[in-house]
């Protein structure tokens, strides 16, 4: 298992984790912020446990967030 974190108020909302992982991560209408499919909130940081095949693409968004709001670790 793997574990994503994002800490969502931060987000730009630059649409880079939805297009390496778009079945993780989906843009929100409502504040033009990045969602992490799945994750509940915990004090302002949206956390998901979830398999290891989703590893490399979340990795990949995790480098390419430009505010670095996004952590991914092996559970
Ligand atoms: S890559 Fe980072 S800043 Fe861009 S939409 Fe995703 S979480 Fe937000």
């Known amino acids: 298992m793997i574990q994503i974190i994002q800490q969502r108020e ?7 984790c939805v297009e390496v992982a778009p079945y993780r991560w989906r843009m929100s209408k ?4 990045c969602t992490l ?6 004090k302002g940081y949206y956390v998901l446990n979830t ?8 990795v990949l968004a995790a480098n390419i967030c430009p505010v670095k709001i996004i ?3 092996q559970l």
């Open 10 to 16: 931060k987000c730009i909302g630059c649409n880079a």
């Open 30 to 33: 409502k504040d033009g912020k």
């Open 37 to 42: 499919v799945g994750a509940k909130d915990k």
């Open 51 to 58: 398999f290891d095949e989703e590893w490399k693409d979340n």
């Open 71 to 73: 952590k991914v670790m």
